[in-house]
């Protein structure tokens, strides 16, 4: 779909980068002639992903090992970056979410989800946005959120929520810095199996099975129409959109709402199994840290 050395020259920071949808889309900007940064919060991740991805592609991939909810910590990470020049485009990808019902919820749960979500994201789009400004550079920002911010999420308020929020400042900022030159559009992609989402977000399930079943095209999302969209929206191929976000999930959010409305029907045993599989996960997670 894309020219080779569509994007030789240009400078692309990816939060959540290591693992996932991000290193998908990581790796697809790489490929077509992208200088590359990604962060996360596991150094040996990125650092792998990093070494991974130029094995495969050449070119460059600087790693950066953070917790994008530490502000100066994402501060110091971009005045490196920019130490060598500007960036010209982000992808905001990290994030976090399981599903819960919202009364069993504790602050540190919902903290988890919206201090990366939200506040990180604003962070990380604040530190580029002001030094693009600074600078005279034109950029672009591309948001991953999710197509609950349409119609809301239930249990996964915390996600939602966050979410949202990003959405806002999407339209916010295209409208406050388009006078700059800079550009801030959105993806919200259905359900795009990803090892961390699934155990999450679907405990017990193959993943992306129950997704598959509501959509109106009977299955789920590839990894390659995340990485042709989001290459689009970075792209200069239409700088006049701005302030948008595309939903890519085969029209499922129209068909359904959203994605866990079938969790109504699940029993105490079935959401105490959930809890239990979701904790493994993230012990797991720490140990490898």
């Known amino acids: 779909m894309f020219e080779s050395g569509l994007f030789k020259g240009k400078r692309i920071l ?10 998908g889309m990581a790796e697809k900007f790489l490929a077509l002639g992208a200088d590359l940064y990604i962060c996360g919060r596991r150094q040996s991740v990125v650092e792998g992903t990093a070494r991974e991805l130029m094995d495969r592609h050449g070119g460059s991939v600087t790693p950066f090992a ?3 909810r530490d502000a100066q910590a994402v501060d ?3 005045g490196t970056i920019f130490q060598d020049g ?12 399981f599903i819960s019902r919202t009364e069993d919820l504790s602050p540190r749960g919902f903290d988890a989800i919206a201090n990366i979500v939200m506040h990180g994201t604003f962070y990380v789009t604040q530190a580029v946005g ?17 197509t609950w911010v349409e119609n809301g999420g239930p249990f996964v308020v915390p996600s939602a929520m966050s979410k949202a929020a990003v959405n806002t400042m999407t339209k916010s900022l295209a409208t406050e810095w ?4 800079i550009r801030l559009n959105a993806i919200g992609p259905g359900e795009i199996p990803t090892e961390g989402m699934s155990k999450r977000l679907s405990p017990g399930e193959k ?3 129950r997704a598959a079943r509501t959509n109106p095209m009977g299955r789920v999302g590839s990894i390659e129409e995340l990485q042709n969209l989001s290459t689009f929206l970075l792209s200069d191929g239409c700088p006049w959109l701005n302030g948008q976000t595309i939903m890519m999930d085969g029209g499922g959010y129209l068909a359904t709402g959203g994605n866990f409305y079938e969790l109504r029907e699940w029993t105490d045993q079935q959401w105490q199994d959930a809890r239990e599989a979701i904790e493994a ?9």
């Open 66 to 68: 953070l917790d994008i």
């Open 130 to 146: 002001k030094r693009w400004i600074e600078g005279g550079h034109p950029g672009s920002v591309v948001s991953i959120v999710v």
């Open 178 to 181: 388009g006078g700059y030159g």
């Open 281 to 289: 996960q993230n012990r797991k997670d720490r140990s490898q840290r």
């Open 86 to 97: 500007p960036l010209t485009g982000l992808v905001n990808n990290a994030a976090g979410n």
């Open 14 to 23: 990816v939060t959540g980068g290591g693992t996932g949808l991000g290193k």
């Open 76 to 78: 110091d990470m971009v």
């Open 207 to 209: 993943p992306g099975e």
